[in-house]
């Protein structure tokens, strides 16, 4: 008789600790939102969309005090002393920042929107952008921004060749806009 006791016992003591298990991961789950809001608040970041957190700290060289930026294949990285938020690139967008040069660069795979700086700042370019199966998909005249590069939002899981030209010089690159693709592209755009 004793034998059913103890397995009522362990049953009790089993749905107490996944009781506990899900109200500690409930309560948990509400401070890391609550911190990714402050966060983005701190930075005057919040109510913005991923593309225009993007937009707004690529296009600068004025960075908010602190503040670090990345973008990989997947995600906009943030992040200062304290705390590190990620925010999920939209399923169906990929974003590549590129910068043209003519005698120097820097070594690049993701763009980091807090340091990386090209050598043509707010220079018009000509780009063309077409995919794998000759679909155009960019051609278009752009400014380089104040760090020297061009972002763009392009379709995800192409293969491309990207084609810019400055003052009649040419430069031309394959580009990849695939999960674990480079967001930074620049030692292969030497315009010559």
């Known amino acids: 008789m004793k034998k059913p006791q103890v397995s009522k016992i362990v049953v009790l003591v089993v749905i107490a600790v996944v009781a506990v298990i899900a109200v500690g991961i409930f309560t948990l789950s509400k401070p890391i939102k609550q911190s990714e809001a402050a966060f983005l608040e701190k930075y005057g970041l ?11 700290l690529d296009s600068t060289t004025s960075d908010p005090a602190g503040l670090k ?66 679909k155009e998909i960019v051609r278009s005249n752009f400014t380089t921004m104040e760090n020297g590069f061009v972002g763009l939002w392009l379709p995800r899981n192409i293969d491309g060749t990207l084609t810019v030209s400055y003052n009649g010089l040419v430069a031309q690159a394959p580009i990849k806009t695939h999960a674990g693709s480079d967001t930074c592209l620049t030692t292969p755009l030497r315009l010559n």
């Open 46 to 56: 919040s109510g913005l969309t991923v593309q225009e957190i993007v937009q707004k």
């Open 69 to 134: 930026a990345s973008i990989d294949s997947n995600h906009l990285v943030l992040m200062d002393d304290r705390a590190e938020v990620r925010l999920a690139l939209p399923k169906d967008e990929f974003y590549l920042s590129f910068a043209p040069y003519l005698t120097q660069t820097h070594p690049c795979a993701i763009h980091s929107l807090a340091s990386c700086r090209g050598e043509l700042v707010n220079q018009e370019i000509y780009a063309v952008i077409i995919d794998s199966t000759a």
